[in-house]
């Protein structure tokens, strides 16, 4: 897809994300690599309303190079793109049930959400670290993404939102999609006697589609 698609690409993805109320106002940003830099939506943009001829080009090095302003936090992706080589774009939202997930689950934490289906782990991976709460738009916070990026496709930040990688565009939105609803689904399940899928079955999942 050429660099005029992925601008294209962005802003629909963008307005389907902000439609299902997965960000709201300005919050929430995406980015997605090419082979000279980074297209990233500019800050204080709404989802909803981007104009691909308006969305930040960065280059190789992270330098703003065209387009408006890049998001106030660059390193977010910057830590995901950097530290994982296959990865082609990165989802921050604010989705409401990832959210509440990042708020009660413990800073350090693995895996607060259950492998309750084989969508989630297909998309998401085993595993799901709760980064500690830093203030939005704080650059040191990137360290600690980045090494939770190392092992993780995507994380958590406490009190704040998920962030999400895929190797595509279109594989980072639907992990991001993916792992909203795995979140409503353990809200929803809590308390409940709900079946798990066993690690032989996360490993059979992983094997064949991770």
Not at 91 to 103: D, E, P, Y
Not at 137 to 148: Q, T
Not at 166 to 179: I, M, Q, S
């Amino acid at each position: 897809m050429n660099e005029q698609s992925l601008r294209e690409a962005l802003c629909a993805h963008g307005r389907l994300l902000f439609g299902r109320g997965y960000s709201v106002g300005s919050a929430g940003n995406i980015s997605v690599r090419l082979e000279d830099g980074y297209l990233m939506t500019p800050t204080n943009s709404c989802l909803g309303r981007l104009e691909p001829d308006r969305i930040s080009k960065l280059d190789r090095d992270w330098n703003h190079v065209g387009g408006d302003k890049p998001s106030k936090e660059v390193f977010l992706h910057r830590a995901f793109l950097d530290n994982r080589p296959e990865a082609g774009a990165v989802v921050h939202l604010h989705s409401t049930h990832a959210t509440a997930i990042a708020c009660l689950a413990t800073p350090g934490e693995d895996a607060p959400i259950p492998p309750l289906t084989p969508y989630f782990v297909m998309r998401v991976g085993r595993r799901l670290p709760v980064v500690r709460y830093y203030r939005p738009g704080d650059a040191a916070m990137e360290p600690a993404v980045a090494e939770a990026a190392r092992g993780a496709r995507a994380l958590l930040l406490a009190n704040h939102g998920p962030v999400v990688s895929g190797k595509t565009l279109d594989d980072a939105v639907y992990a991001a999609e993916e792992l909203e609803e795995a979140a409503r689904l353990a809200l929803m399940l809590r308390g409940q006697n709900a079946r798990t899928l066993t690690p032989a079955e996360v490993d059979d999942l992983l094997a064949t589609f991770g």
